[in-house]
């Protein structure tokens, strides 16, 4: 039934699906997880790094990226897509800061990129664009942005959010643990963003990437010292509660 | 045929139906000896052959004539293959008993009749130390015309009742049919099919109308529901069909089974030896990041 309605993207369904659209949003679910946390005074982005072939060299191969000082984003799905969005926001970041001498606005950069996925929606002749992105910052009155987009063009704010393979398990674990004790200070958030790529991520911390920017500051990438830092506090701390219960039950 | 206003070329009905059936029945009926030479030359292509892996030699009998067997264990798909590689193969030895080799469009070699050692798909095993327990490794897939040769082959043409089979193998979660949105499905995850003579209880919730299951472990299923033979089918819906961490460790609740208690012992080094499974076994693909 489907294959007489997912050749052109301008086809509706007669039960009101766009086909392409939905398949595009399984594309997503191709690309390895990202994980986007807003906390109080900082905003972190984790994501799972894709193996690398042996050759191959890592600088290339980048989920996330820095679409102007003080607003980044992580994607999932199609490399090349991405490109093409990131650079196109990339430009439109610096037309808006030369025409109105304002640095853009998280929500602006974000409406500008789901406009631009939503136009290929419905053209003819062209596919939409097979990425969801998770787009962090801080607005002038230093208030600290997430907002995720995805391949329908449409978007929204959120407080903790998960993309890729495996989003749902990251997304159930953050429902649980987002508390405002979880993200009452930066390291908290930070962690809380390991600890939720860890339950997907297959070989621990040396897989994982992290981006933060803090209020009035530029993004930060850490280091993989830096993470297995954090990855082994976290081991520590979760050694300790289980001591703590065993001895509660015991 | 006729064109739609989106420019789709479909077969329209022809009303004047009976006068064309005719004719192309004709047309079919005059098979030249040329058409016969390449039937026989592709079905010999397609047969399915059962060998002794050392000897190389065909199996006289079918498999389960020759090895009975009171428990049959079929991995199908390579999520299952590792998930019995990782948790039930490394804890017991067992001996490779036979091999099923097959050639169709979708293998990935070329020339059909040597199809090399380590490119036999379909491999079988009996537990050394409990003869009676087969497990067959099928990673290869069996066309529709080669399912009833492979069962033919293995199963034989009057199997023994007191055997019980349990298939494993995997689906992508858009081919389970729901109400809900393919989104908020919690994959990957398990369902059970089952025959009329399999009492035991399955290890997870049996699978709802009107999905249905295809190729090789339907094939098994039916076979066995004919044959009146005991058997489940464990179907994990997923929603990334290369080998995957997460997907193969869903199967973990069919370790409660009957037919595979007391098969997989060392769990943690199971885990293991998965992940370097999952290491060996990762494909280099730039095009989703």
Same mark, same amino acid.
């Given at each position: 039934?489907?294959?007489?309605?997912?050749?052109?993207?301008?086809?509706?369904?007669?039960?009101?699906?766009?086909?392409?659209?939905?398949?595009?949003?399984?594309?997503?679910?191709?690309?390895?997880?990202?994980?986007?946390?807003?906390?109080?005074?900082?905003?972190?982005?984790?994501?799972?790094?894709?193996?690398?072939?042996?050759?191959?060299?890592?600088?290339?191969?980048?989920?996330?990226?820095?679409?102007?000082?003080?607003?980044?984003?992580?994607?999932?799905?199609?490399?090349?897509?991405?490109?093409?969005?990131?650079?196109?926001?990339?430009?439109?970041?610096?037309?808006?800061?030369?025409?109105?001498?304002?640095?853009?606005?998280?929500?602006?950069?974000?409406?500008?990129?789901?406009?631009?996925?939503?136009?290929?929606?419905?053209?003819?002749?062209?596919?939409?664009?097979?990425?969801?992105?998770?787009?962090?910052?801080?607005?002038?009155?230093?208030?600290?942005?997430?907002?995720?987009?995805?391949?329908?063009?449409?978007?929204?704010?959120?407080?903790?959010?998960?993309?890729?393979?495996?989003?749902?398990?990251?997304?159930?674990?953050?429902?649980?643990?987002?508390?405002?004790?979880?993200?009452?200070?930066?390291?908290?958030?930070?962690?809380?963003?390991?600890?939720?790529?860890?339950?997907?991520?297959?070989?621990?911390?040396?897989?994982?990437?992290?981006?933060?920017?803090?209020?009035?500051?530029?993004?930060?990438?850490?280091?993989?010292?830096?993470?297995?830092?954090?990855?082994?506090?976290?081991?520590?701390?979760?050694?300790?509660?289980?001591?703590?219960?065993?001895?509660?039950?015991? | 045929?006729?064109?739609?206003?989106?420019?789709?070329?479909?077969?329209?009905?022809?009303?004047?139906?009976?006068?064309?059936?005719?004719?192309?029945?004709?047309?079919?009926?005059?098979?030249?000896?040329?058409?016969?030479?390449?039937?026989?030359?592709?079905?010999?292509?397609?047969?399915?052959?059962?060998?002794?892996?050392?000897?190389?030699?065909?199996?006289?009998?079918?498999?389960?004539?020759?090895?009975?067997?009171?428990?049959?264990?079929?991995?199908?798909?390579?999520?299952?293959?590792?998930?019995?590689?990782?948790?039930?193969?490394?804890?017991?030895?067992?001996?490779?008993?036979?091999?099923?080799?097959?050639?169709?469009?979708?293998?990935?070699?070329?020339?059909?009749?040597?199809?090399?050692?380590?490119?036999?798909?379909?491999?079988?095993?009996?537990?050394?130390?409990?003869?009676?327990?087969?497990?067959?490794?099928?990673?290869?897939?069996?066309?529709?015309?080669? @399912?009833?040769?492979? !069962?033919?082959? $293995?199963?034989?043409? #009057?199997?023994?009742?007191? /055997?019980?089979?349990?298939? +494993? %193998?995997?689906?992508?979660?858009?081919?389970?049919?729901?109400?809900?949105?393919?989104?908020?499905?919690?994959?990957?995850?398990?369902?059970?099919?089952?025959?009329?003579?399999?009492?035991?209880?399955?290890?997870?919730?049996?699978?709802?109308?009107?999905?249905?299951?295809?190729?090789?472990?339907?094939?098994?299923?039916?076979?066995? @529901?004919?044959?009146? !033979?005991?058997? $489940?089918?464990?179907? #994990?819906?997923?929603?990334? /069909?290369?080998?995957?961490? +997460? %997907?193969?460790?869903?199967?973990?609740?069919?370790?409660?089974?009957?037919?595979?208690?007391?098969?997989?012992?060392?769990?943690?080094?199971?885990?293991?030896?998965?992940?370097?499974?999952?290491?060996?076994?990762?494909?280099?693909?730039?095009?989703?990041?």
């Amino acid at each position: 039934m489907a294959s007489r309605y997912d050749r052109a993207i301008t086809v509706f369904s007669p039960d009101g699906h766009l086909f392409q659209v939905e398949y595009a949003q399984e594309a997503v679910k191709k690309g390895s997880t990202a994980v986007g946390i807003r906390g109080t005074n900082i905003v972190v982005l984790g994501v799972e790094k894709k193996s690398v072939a042996k050759l191959q060299d890592e600088r290339t191969v980048r989920k996330i990226c820095a679409l102007d000082d003080h607003v980044c984003m992580a994607f999932a799905g199609l490399t090349a897509d991405a490109r093409v969005v990131i650079n196109r926001a990339r430009v439109e970041c610096q037309s808006h800061k030369l025409t109105v001498e304002d640095s853009v606005t998280v929500e602006y950069i974000t409406r500008f990129i789901a406009t631009l996925k939503q136009k290929y929606t419905q053209s003819n002749g062209r596919r939409p664009f097979g990425i969801s992105a998770l787009i962090v910052g801080f607005d002038d009155g230093g208030i600290p942005r997430l907002y995720q987009t995805d391949p329908s063009g449409t978007y929204h704010a959120w407080k903790a959010n998960a993309i890729g393979r495996s989003a749902k398990t990251v997304r159930e674990f953050l429902e649980k643990n987002y508390t405002e004790d979880a993200i009452s200070n930066d390291d908290d958030t930070i962690k809380l963003a390991i600890r939720a790529l860890l339950e997907v991520v297959q070989s621990g911390g040396k897989n994982i990437e992290l981006a933060i920017i803090r209020r009035n500051q530029p993004l930060k990438m850490f280091s993989a010292k830096e993470i297995e830092l954090q990855v082994s506090e976290i081991e520590k701390e979760k050694e300790e509660a289980e001591k703590k219960k065993s001895k509660k039950t015991g | 045929m006729a064109a739609t206003f989106f420019g789709e070329v479909v077969k329209a009905p022809c009303r004047a139906g009976a006068e064309d059936d005719e004719e192309e029945e004709e047309e079919r009926r005059r098979e030249t000896p040329e058409d016969r030479e390449l039937r026989r030359q592709l079905a010999r292509k397609r047969e399915v052959r059962l060998l002794r892996r050392q000897t190389e030699t065909s199996l006289e009998v079918s498999l389960l004539e020759k090895y009975p067997c009171s428990q049959f264990i079929i991995g199908i798909g390579n999520n299952a293959v590792a998930f019995l590689s990782s948790f039930v193969m490394n804890s017991g030895i067992w001996e490779e008993v036979g091999c099923a080799k097959l050639w169709n469009e979708w293998c990935r070699t070329t020339d059909a009749l040597h199809i090399s050692p380590t490119e036999a798909y379909c491999v079988f095993y009996h537990l050394k130390s409990n003869p009676s327990v087969f497990l067959c490794q099928c990673s290869c897939y069996v066309a529709e015309d080669q @399912q009833y040769q492979w !069962l033919e082959k $293995v199963f034989g043409t #009057c199997p023994k009742k007191n /055997m019980q089979v349990t298939v +494993l %193998t995997c689906r992508h979660v858009t081919d389970y049919k729901t109400s809900e949105s393919t989104g908020s499905l919690p994959s990957p995850f398990l369902k059970a099919l089952k025959t009329q003579n399999f009492k035991d209880p399955a290890c997870c919730s049996l699978l709802e109308q009107p999905n249905i299951v295809h190729d090789l472990p339907a094939a098994v299923l039916s076979y066995c @529901q004919v044959w009146q !033979l005991p058997a $489940v089918l464990y179907l #994990c819906y997923t929603d990334v /069909m290369k080998l995957d961490l +997460l %997907t193969v460790e869903a199967f973990k609740p069919v370790l409660a089974s009957r037919s595979l208690k007391g098969l997989a012992k060392n769990i943690p080094q199971s885990t293991e030896i998965l992940k370097k499974l999952m290491t060996a076994n990762e494909i280099q693909s730039n095009i989703y990041t």
